[in-house]
């Protein structure tokens, strides 16, 4: 049998192989598929060992071990879990989906199997309890797609553990759950809400905003709907699957990775012990075992492992006994850099014109302001004009986002137009002339600037409103955005209240370096020669409302939209309230009941010839002078954009018996289009006409 040191030794010579057999000098297994490298699984290993002789935690712990890495790589960080703890399990199991490229070579180590299995496929895994559970999962957004987990992390405040079912947890938060029923879909790890009288919307209020209920993904539908609601197919769901069925509950967790997934995975382990890394990733160590509800953090101190209250009191460079010698080379680079700068500084206070002013630091306030709880964070509305789109969407803002008015300082509403251009939303090159020298410089784009300001704010909900965007490819204006505006991309800034950064670049490049999993894309810098790029993310309290027309969409559904919007179709309105009379509302549902039963054999699509009631409604017609209007303004449209003949649109009118305000039927039983425009052009304008 191998001592310890041959295996560590082993390990390290695996990790330095070049993933390229026909390239010795390439990249490294190690760095291309992030395995653990041997002298911080070595640091997590010693911490381990330091943690099991800790009293409360070793009466607990099990006697006999049985370990399974469910993602085991190179093998390094258990292995050096279990030879640094001197454990001698009964049993260890390394599971990897990618034997082609893992350590077979772990097989060494006494009494070990490997297995090829999915993680995020429980029906793979034996029937087999395992008292301690590792797992090192690449959640990160670069490296060899095969090795990346697909876990997300998910907002803590969709995510709820309860001793119970999920309707006695909704009913001991006073939710009246009288109207729902509730089913478990084991195969799929889904709680089935319905209701045969709560509308969708209802339903939701009663849920929100729980997605992921102890573990399994929530969804919901009425009795009308055909199709769930909350549908997420969360990964975190599905690898909870496989932890639940092969971890012991009086056992022990290991988990290396990054806070947030931890937090997303594991938020039911209520006993956590955690290594402040100086580098590398986090260690936890977690147990169910232990009734107290609580987190130590530990920093290494020399050959020993102290308590403390925070992470960020653990500095890096500085390492005990360094200290003064630390800040002796800050103290000279600081005078290096004063001393050569000096004279440049000088000249360039004294040149007149020139004005030295302090830079803006980028603060994340803590002002909170309306709601965050609105669910749809992408809506695309469609319709036909006049059916009440942009309505709907000033109602969202005021009433569940909580903005005062449309026009609040948090909402930017852009119409895209044919001359809409990606320099003018996102980021573009202003010219200027200084002196007959012409200068170039970047210019933000008003939704990269409205984005930037959300950031800020992230206790405010944040609304852009892109209205007609069937004018223009939305992929081509916002560019990298559609990317990021997946709910499940997004980022959750509320952890950063309070905290300063030099600028939103460096902000967003000090978040990206903290959390692995962070979803960001490069954009370039465009009046730079070298080839840089900065980091761009999206927050999750940024809503994006879009509204389009039926005239020639079919782009718009074509491309990549439908997957990141919820999309609502729009169609005209009869409800009395609405209108001047009945009358009116009658003379309108006529019509367009009409137009859908005349094309329904020449259109696959009849509906998108309707004519919306936005010109209708009480406060646009009420009496036979703006009656007329509105009818004139629906058949000139008829004639000239959708280029309608009048022998399609005449059986139509020619089924309407009667007129609001006494109007006699005759004036619209005409015999061409120009006929019937004169027609209703002399009652709309009359005498206006002659000028």
């Not at 729902?180 to 089935?192: G, Q």
């Amino acid at each position: 049998m191998p001592t310890k040191e041959e295996i560590y030794q082993q390990i390290a010579d695996f990790n330095k192989k070049s993933s390229d057999p026909n390239d010795l000098n390439g990249i490294s297994k190690q760095d291309k598929y992030f395995f653990v490298d041997t002298a911080i699984a070595k640091v997590r290993g010693e911490f381990f060992n330091f943690l099991l002789k800790d009293s409360e935690l070793k009466a607990n712990i099990p006697k006999n071990w049985k370990v399974i890495d469910l993602a085991f790589g190179s093998g390094s960080l258990t292995s050096h879990l279990i030879l640094e703890a001197d454990l001698n399990p009964d049993k260890i199991a390394f599971n990897d989906k990618n034997l082609d490229e893992i350590n077979i070579d772990v097989e060494a180590i006494p009494n070990a199997e490997i297995f090829d299995f999915d993680f995020l496929d429980a029906s793979k895994f034996p029937k087999e309890k395992f008292n301690l559970v590792v797992f090192n999962p690449h959640v990160g957004s670069t490296g060899d797609n095969r090795f990346k987990s697909g876990l997300e992390s998910i907002d803590s405040k969709y995510i709820v553990n309860f001793d119970g079912s999920l309707e006695a947890y909704l009913t001991s938060e006073s939710k009246d759950t009288s109207e729902l029923k509730f089913a478990i879909n084991e195969k799929n790890r889904v709680i089935e809400v319905t209701s045969d009288k709560l509308t969708n919307p209802k339903i939701l209020e009663v849920l929100d905003p729980i997605r992921v209920f102890n573990y399994y993904e929530v969804r919901y539908k009425s009795g009308s709907s055909e199709k769930w609601k909350n549908k997420f197919d969360y990964k975190t769901v599905l690898f909870r699957a496989t932890f639940d069925k092969v971890f012991d509950p009086k056992g022990i967790l290991a988990f290396y990775g990054d806070e947030n997934i931890f937090k997303t995975l594991f938020s039911d382990f209520n006993y956590v012990s955690q290594l402040c890394p100086d580098s590398g990733k986090i260690l936890f160590v977690a147990t169910k075992a232990i009734s107290d509800n609580k987190t130590i953090l530990y920093k290494k101190a020399g050959n020993n492992y102290t308590e403390v209250d925070s992470c960020k009191e653990v500095g890096v460079a500085a390492e005990e006994g360094d200290l003064d010698e630390f800040e002796r080379e800050i103290e000279e680079i600081s005078n290096e850099f004063f001393q050569s700068s000096a004279d440049s500084l000088t000249d360039l206070v004294k040149k007149p014109g020139v004005i030295i002013e302090p830079k803006e630091s980028y603060l994340i306030s803590d002002e909170p302001l309306g709601s965050l709880n609105f669910p749809y964070k992408n809506v695309l509305l469609k319709g036909v004009p006049g059916t009440g789109k942009s309505r709907l969407i000033d109602e969202w803002i005021k009433n569940r986002l909580g903005l005062v008015n449309k026009n609040h300082d948090n909402v930017l509403r852009i119409n895209i137009h044919s001359a809409s251009s990606n320099a003018d939303l996102m980021q573009g090159i202003g010219i200027t002339s200084n002196g007959g020298q012409v200068e170039y410089h970047e210019k933000t784009g008003l939704l990269m600037n409205h984005l930037k300001l959300a950031c800020q704010y992230p206790k405010q909900p944040f609304a852009i409103v892109l209205e007609e965007i069937q004018e223009n490819s939305l992929n081509e204006l916002i560019g990298d955005l559609i990317y990021l505006i997946e709910e499940g991309k997004r980022v959750d800034l509320i952890d950063y209240v309070g905290k300063e950064f030099e600028s939103f670049e460096a902000f967003v490049n000090q978040i990206s370096e903290a959390k692995s999993d962070l979803e960001y894309v490069r954009v370039p810098y465009l009046v730079k020669t070298e080839t840089k790029f900065r980091k761009l993310i999206f927050p999750a309290n940024l809503f994006v409302f879009c509204t389009s027309n039926y005239r020639d969409d079919k782009k718009v559904v074509e491309d990549n939209l439908m997957r990141r919007f919820d999309l609502i179709e729009m169609y005209p309105e009869y409800t009395e309230a609405l209108f001047f009379d009945n009358e009116v509302k009658d003379f309108l549902e006529k019509l367009n009941f009409g137009i859908l039963a005349e094309f329904a054999a020449k259109e696959i699509h009849p509906d998108r010839l309707i004519i919306g009631h936005a010109n209708w409604l009480k406060d646009k017609v009420t009496d036979e002078i703006s009656f007329c209007r509105a009818l004139l303004k629906a058949i000139v449209e008829f004639k000239d954009i959708r280029e309608i003949e009048w022998s399609e649109i005449k059986p139509v009118l020619d089924d309407i018996s009667k007129l609001p305000f006494g109007l006699n039927v005759n004036l619209i039983s005409q015999t061409n289009y120009k006929e019937l425009i004169v027609a209703l052009q002399e009652k709309a304008f009359g005498d206006h006409l002659n000028g």
